[in-house]
């Protein structure tokens, strides 16, 4: 993301949607924390990163889950909450609260038929097996289906992919064809919520980036601590230091200016409304 007024704008309503968001969790007693690049942000700059376009929380399952009620009766009616069953195309397998009459696009999704808006990310943790070997045989369905939901809905290669990369899309476009997409999005809940009846050691977001390095203690959401964000109260992980040194190393060390590439989000249309 180059320009820089755009930027602040898209930042600016991804921190109203996220005080929203807060706010219901608050009133409603649901556990909801920055995460990811917004824990980051929060503690070495006391807010977003400057050069972030986007805004990542998390929730226990249990919570997400009431959250997903609850904004059918009290979400404001300027945003929605997208997630795998709001939508007939929607392939994501976390949430995201969008802003209604605003737009911003991503090239390798621009053109499918779900809402656009410009959002803030919700990433459920469930429970994990504490068996090596189990978590990678559920990891590696997850993928599966997650992957064949994805270009079966419609979105495209991004961009610089690799060969094999390319190859295996046009595998999975194929494969993709014998199955629809409720029988993809049932298959996916269905390994996603796996062990989550069960006490394990682990918790993990199946949607996160880094892999087994968002393998966290299944204590991680007890007892958040309020950060400052931009001028809000927020809520983010008691442990951030060992979530954060986990997922970043060295992080209160800012990448080197070539390196600061926003939320690696390929930007094609961006709409901020009014």
């Known amino acids: 993301m180059d320009n820089t007024s755009t930027l602040k704008n898209i930042q600016k309503i991804e921190l109203e949607i996220a005080a929203h968001i807060f706010d219901l969790c608050r009133k409603h007693k649901l556990t909801c924390v920055l995460a990811g ?35 059918e009766k009290e979400l404001s009616s300027k945003y929605f909450f997208q997630h795998l069953d709001s939508e007939e195309n929607c392939a994501y397998i976390f949430g995201k609260v969008r802003k209604n009459n605003t737009k911003l696009t991503e090239e390798y999704s621009h053109n499918i038929k779900m809402h656009q808006g410009i959002w803030v990310d919700i990433f459920p943790y469930d429970n994990i097996s504490d068996s090596h070997l189990r978590r990678k045989f559920n990891n590696m369905w997850i993928s599966f289906y997650k992957n064949l939901l994805i270009v079966k ?42 062990y989550n009846n069960q006490k394990t050691e682990k918790i993990r977001p199946y949607a996160g980036a880094y892999g087994e390095a968002e393998n966290m203690s299944n204590d ?12 809000y109260k927020f809520l983010t992980f008691k442990e951030y230091d060992m979530y954060l040194t986990k997922l970043y190393g060295d992080y209160m060390t800012p990448p080197p200016p070539e390196k600061r590439n926003g939320g690696n989000h390929h930007i094609k249309e961006v709409i901020c409304g009014e």
Request: charged share 25%; hydrophobic share 40%.
């Open 220 to 231: 991680l959401f007890e007892n958040p601590i309020e950060v400052d964000f931009n001028g």
């Open 37 to 71: 690049g917004s824990c980051l942000g929060a503690i070495r700059h006391k807010g977003m990163i400057p050069w972030d376009d986007d805004i990542d929380l998390a929730m226990p399952r249990n919570d997400y889950e009431r959250f997903i009620e609850l904004c």
């Open 153 to 194: 809905v419609g979105f495209g290669i991004p961009r610089n992919s690799s060969f094999l990369f390319s190859v295996a899309y046009y595998i999975s476009k194929i494969i993709s064809l014998f199955f629809s997409k409720k029988f993809l999005k049932k298959k996916l809940r269905k390994h996603m919520l796996k």
